[in-house]
């Protein structure tokens, strides 16, 4: 691995007057280094950058910094100004100019690298000597730790700051060492109880995650040790970020947020006394951020506890802690799947309700919009509505499988997992070729993460080896293992429906409402629908296709209404989003979607599926009994006056709806509770409806 600077990239007699100037000149040696392949494309990123927040620090330092597509390696350029140079510094122009340059695919043992560099511009030592080295070899050995390091340092703290290129992993061990000194070695003078010195945990991320977010931590670190206080500090940077010890953050007396972009699994410090900042107040102004954090701690502010429906961070980012068993973490990668696919189910289902309201059950039939759409005419809105809403259906099954996919192994599940779903879709697979393929690619793509890969490649590893290979791997599992498999059963279960009729109308009701609750629009469901509308799509349809008709879409009706009752019920058995989904559930099972209960069924299958099935079993087998007949195949209640013996054939609905709201109930109602846990002081409590959890099944 070259190294990242060199003393063909340092400038200890810059002459520009401006910070683009600057930024200019030593972006010059880079490219003539073959380091930078577009200097106008890659200072338009630094530009873009510096309009983000300047890069200005108090101290007489800039640090200009970007990703760019046109930068081949990371690299550092070093410029040292007699007149200075205004970066928007408080306390004026800066004298040391930095200017780093990371790929877009940057590996995490450069950044580390780069984190290390931005910790060490914090220490004065550092930086005077910088001021009078009076060689540019010397002065880029010096940078890299190879040369005058300890001198430089200033302070033991600071020895072990080395950046090193050869060695990431001893420059990990030394980013991670001001923490636990500060940690193990503080002594307080003002404890919050007993000979306690004040515990700060702090979590610092700024937009690019390369420099800022370090230095806001070092700083940090720095007035702690003068403070006399604990400080741990959790750096949210572009190489990820490990999670601070529950236990650490239990015992703290107050956090500090000092941070430009949000800060991730934010619901794990609630409760506590907060400052919240931007990350370069924790720069320049560390000590009065402990100051006031302990002015909160004495006056007992602390934040309101996070609920489930208002947590920090996505499904994803609370995806996989520490002690979880694998059902609640399968649990948790479905739920990843689901959050971001609601908004889907619910645009799309209201869409196509309205569609029917305006334009009558026929409207499924409308030609296109782009072919024929009159302003004045109510049928030409209805059909705009019902196909813009299919056009929102038609990314269920790709989102629900491309965010499992991300729960499973963040942005690099994307790609295979949307790709599996969209798939799913082609081979007829629906929601349960959705899950299966969700769960293919976040299983691939950790099992390429985990290979050892040469560093030659690492930097093109997330945009260009994983999404290659593990897209090619599922697409060929979604194409050649598991549609064709499907594509049988659909076949065999359509022949064996078609033996069954006319033999017993009432278990014939029966087993299609089981088939029309089984997978909630997938292939099962598909198979019992198409069965149905087969029949009626002659000229003439018979008493007997009508009657099908009838109990197909009567039990497809039932499971999203009865998880709306069951909601609106006993609340305290669902968390805060599913009670929420509940209110749009009464309109999209009324509009005979069977989608809409696809939220709770994907969270909790083994309970809702089968309470599911049985309602719609009861509802089909008492739909036949009753002799309701349909000539429309779709439109739920907005089609009832298409219906024979309409009253008893909502009473079929009701009776299902019924007995499925009741199963879940008394089935959610079984789960072992919450253990009781013991919080900080030997307190004790127990979880809330908003945040329980079910039990792994």
């Known amino acids: 691995m070259s190294d990242m600077i060199t003393a063909e990239l340092v400038d200890l007699d810059l002459s520009a007057d401006t910070k683009e100037a600057a930024a ?3 972006a010059e040696r880079m490219v003539a280094l073959g380091r930078v392949t577009d200097l106008d494309g890659f200072l338009a990123d630094v530009a873009a950058r510096e309009a983000q927040m300047p890069t200005g ?17 990371p ?7 007699a007149t200075g140079i205004d970066f928007g510094a408080a306390d004026g122009p800066a004298d040391l100019v930095f200017l780093i340059a990371a790929p877009a695919g940057a590996d995490d043992a450069h950044l580390t690298i780069l984190s290390s560099l931005a910790r060490q511009l914090m220490n004065t030592g550092f930086t005077d000597a910088l001021r009078s080295v009076g060689d540019a070899g010397a002065a880029a050995a010096l940078i890299r730790g190879e040369e005058a390091g300890s001198a430089a340092a200033g302070d033991s703290a600071a020895a072990g700051d080395s950046v090193a290129v050869e060695d990431s992993v001893a420059v990990e061990d030394s980013v991670a060492a001001p923490a636990a000194a500060s940690a193990g070695a503080a002594t307080g003078t003002t404890a919050p109880e007993g000979d306690r010195p004040f515990r700060v945990v702090a979590v610092t991320s700024c937009p690019t995650g390369i420099a800022h977010t370090y230095m806001a931590a070092e700083s940090l670190e720095n007035a702690g040790r003068e403070a006399g206080i604990e400080i741990v500090v959790e750096t949210q940077g572009s190489a990820g970020f490990t999670r601070l010890d529950p236990a650490v953050i239990a015992a703290a007396d107050g956090v500090i947020f000092a941070h430009d972009v949000p800060v991730r699994e934010k619901d794990r410090f609630a409760g506590k006394p907060t400052v919240d900042t931007g990350v370069k107040a924790a720069i320049n102004r560390p000590a009065e951020l402990i100051t006031e954090v302990r002015g909160k701690a004495e006056r007992g502010e602390v934040t309101a506890a996070a609920t489930s429906g208002a947590s920090g961070g996505t499904p994803v980012e609370r995806a996989g802690d520490g002690g979880e068993g694998y059902g609640t973490k399968l649990r948790t990668w479905l739920m990843s799947g689901v959050s971001y696919m609601v908004p889907f189910v619910a645009a799309g289902g209201l869409l196509i309700a309205l569609g029917f309201a305006i334009g009558g059950y026929e409207i499924n039939e409308a030609p296109p919009v782009t072919d024929h759409f009159v302003w004045t005419q109510a049928d030409s809105w209805g059909a705009l509505l019902f196909q813009i809403g299919g056009v ?11 965010y499992i996919a991300y729960g499973m192994a963040d942005r690099p599940g994307l790609v295979p997992g949307f790709v599996g779903g ?26 390429i993460q985990k290979a050892r890969i040469p560093a030659a490649l690492r930097g093109i590893m997330p945009v260009v080896v994983i999404p290659l290979i593990s897209t090619a791997v599922v697409g060929f599992l979604m194409f050649v293992v598991i549609g064709k498999p499907i594509a049988e059963a ?6 064996w429906l078609n033996g069954l009729t006319g033999t017993n109308a009432v278990l014939l009701g029966a087993l299609l409402g089981l088939m029309m609750c089984f997978d909630l629009g997938g292939p099962v469901n598909k198979v019992a629908y198409t069965f149905a509308t087969a029949g009626i799509a002659v000229a003439s349809p018979g008493d007997s296709a009508m009657k099908i008709m009838a109990a197909v879409m009567a039990a497809g009706m039932v499971p999203p209404l009865a998880m709306a009752l069951a909601t609106t019920v006993r609340g305290k058995l669902f968390d805060r989003t599913e009670r929420e989904n509940g209110k749009a559930a009464w309109v ?13 069924a994907a969270a909790d299958p083994l309970r809702v599926i089968p309470a599911s099935m049985a309602g719609g ?11 309701a007949t349909l000539r429309a195949p779709h439109g739920g209640v907005f089609v009832v006056p298409l219906i024979g013996n309409p009253f008893l054939y909502l009473v079929a609905i009701a009776a299902g709806v019924c007995v499925t709201a009741a199963l879940v109930i008394v089935l959610k109602g079984l789960r072992k509770p919450a253990p009781v846990t013991t919080g900080a002081g030997g307190a004790t409590s127990v979880p809330s409806a908003e945040t329980k959890q079910p039990v792994a099944a």
């Open 490 to 495: 659909q076949k065999g279960m359509t022949d």
């Open 422 to 447: 969209a798939v799913s879709l082609t081979v007829n697979a629906g929601f349960l070729g959705g899950l299966a393929a969700g769960l293919i690619a976040g299983g691939v793509v950790i099992a």
């Open 24 to 26: 200019r000149a030593l």
């Open 75 to 81: 690299t550092l350029a070093f410029g040292r100004s």
């Open 617 to 627: 079993a009861v509802t089909g087998a008492l739909s036949m009994a009753f002799g």
């Open 588 to 600: 999209l099972g009324a509009s005979f979607i069977s989608e809409g209960a696809i939220p709770f």
């Open 57 to 73: 620090l108090d101290g007489g330092i800039g640090i200009p910094h970007c990703r760019s597509e046109h930068v081949t390696e």
């Open 392 to 402: 929102a259906f038609g990314f269920l099954v790709p989102v629900l499988a491309g």
